[in-house]
């Protein structure tokens, strides 16, 4: 899973307001039952220190968002950081970061206060998540969206001609080029917009759909490092009217098999690279961390519950003693071993995993300390175990 989409709540200084709420409405009572819960937590935030602030942006956010039948839940997360009133732009009161409905209830209505956002429980739900891009094309342009469900039209800026004309006549060979050179000119100005989406969201794989000569030619303008992440279909038009159930179909199943194929790769180098590229255990995977070694970060929740880590803000160094932090830590902050974690994988760009001791491909899999990593590289004075 890339974390790319935590770093704002990572750029901005704690303390945090967590809440997961269980806002089902699948009861005649659905409402009102919300609104005891929600009561509820609001007391433990403030039993827990939270300012009024802090809790009102939050109880803002619960009453916004737009009730649906059925089970669900959210995740809330504010800050409740003070800034200069001076600085332009910057916020001086309490912020909604991240407000996330959940495709199920969280196991338990929760309330946390902190130096971290706890969001291990919004990531175990959504499980092996990746970020992929799609794009539609034609020989006039293309639509492009993303695992967040935005959305750009990207119209080419040649027009004339697009279609080319039947064979004979003596101008032929040339409208012929002309339309190709057109469809080249529409597929480049996609390909540019598909390539800059890319770099800024890094998706594990692009979807390409639509005309099969548009999708040959925006393949080929794309960077290499883009081209081997895309997977051609046959589903999918910009026609007016064109049903987009196919390609939706063809989307969860790639974005399935990918999700399941980076999982499997992930778990085979920890297998087969234990004691060289991989850690495993608190400490090691703590000091890989701190040398940006950290490609994966896998993660049970379970075997890791209760442990604590010492932060340093000013660094992002962690350890398990404040005395092992740069100049022992005189601001360093004691924190659980998930969140930071987790913190760690997201400011540094490194994968998560969340997995159990059964692994994720039915395989035991041990992790001393609920936690191990596959790094990025490794020298002599690495730690693995």
């Known amino acids: 899973m890339n974390l790319r989409f935590l770093r704002p709540l990572y750029d901005t200084p704690g303390p945090w307001a967590t809440v997961y709420l269980d806002d089902s409405l699948d ?4 409402r009102s039952e919300v609104g005891l819960r929600w009561r509820a937590l609001r007391e433990a935030l403030r039993r827990q220190g939270a300012a009024e602030p802090t809790v009102a942006a939050i109880e803002e956010a619960v009453r916004d968002t737009t ?24 916020r001086s009161g309490p912020e909604l970061v991240h407000t996330e409905t959940m495709a199920a209830p969280p196991p338990a209505d929760s309330a946390e206060y902190g130096v971290l956002p706890h969001v291990a429980p919004l990531l175990a739900q959504r499980g092996q998540r990746i970020n992929w891009l799609r794009v539609v094309v034609d020989r006039t342009g293309g639509t492009i969206e993303s695992a967040d469900s935005s959305s750009i039209d990207v119209s080419g800026s040649e027009t004339f001609p697009i279609r080319k004309i039947a064979p004979g006549g003596w101008a032929n060979p040339r409208f012929q080029r002309e339309a190709e050179v057109t469809w080249q000119r529409n597929a480049k100005d996609v390909a540019e917009e598909l390539t800059g989406l ?19 030619l925006l393949v080929e303008q794309l960077p290499i490092r883009w081209q081997s992440k895309t ?15 196919a390609l939706d179909d063809v989307t969860t199943q790639v974005v399935a098999q990918t999700a399941q194929q980076h999982a ?3 778990l085979d180098r920890l297998r087969s690279d234990h004691g060289e590229e991989a850690a495993i255990g608190i400490a090691p ?35 398990g003693d404040q005395a092992e932090l740069p100049d022992g830590g005189p601001s360093a902050q004691r924190v659980l071993a998930e969140d930071a974690l987790i913190r760690a994988a997201a400011t540094t760009d490194a994968d998560l ?33």
């Open 285 to 319: 995977v703590v000091t890989a961390f701190n040398r940006g070694q950290v490609e994966t970060l896998l993660l049970d929740p379970i075997g890791l519950a209760g442990t604590m880590l010492w932060l340093d803000p000013a660094s992002g160094q962690l350890a």
């Open 67 to 90: 009730p649906e039948n059925g089970q669900h839940g959210l995740a809330v997360f504010a800050n409740a950081g003070e800034r200069s009133r001076e600085t332009p732009g910057v």
């Open 353 to 385: 995993l969340m997995v159990t001791a059964a692994g994720t491909d039915g395989s035991p899999l041990e992790l001393r300390d609920g936690v191990g990593a596959v790094l990025r590289y490794s020298d002599p004075a690495t730690p693995h175990e």
């Open 27 to 30: 009861t005649e009572r659905g």
């Open 198 to 216: 890319a770099d800024t969201m890094g998706p594990e794989v692009i979807i390409v759909a639509g005309d099969v000569q548009a999708r040959r």
């Open 264 to 266: 499997d790769e992930v």
């Open 231 to 245: 997977v051609l279909t046959d589903a999918g038009s910009r026609a007016p009217g064109a049903d987009p159930e």
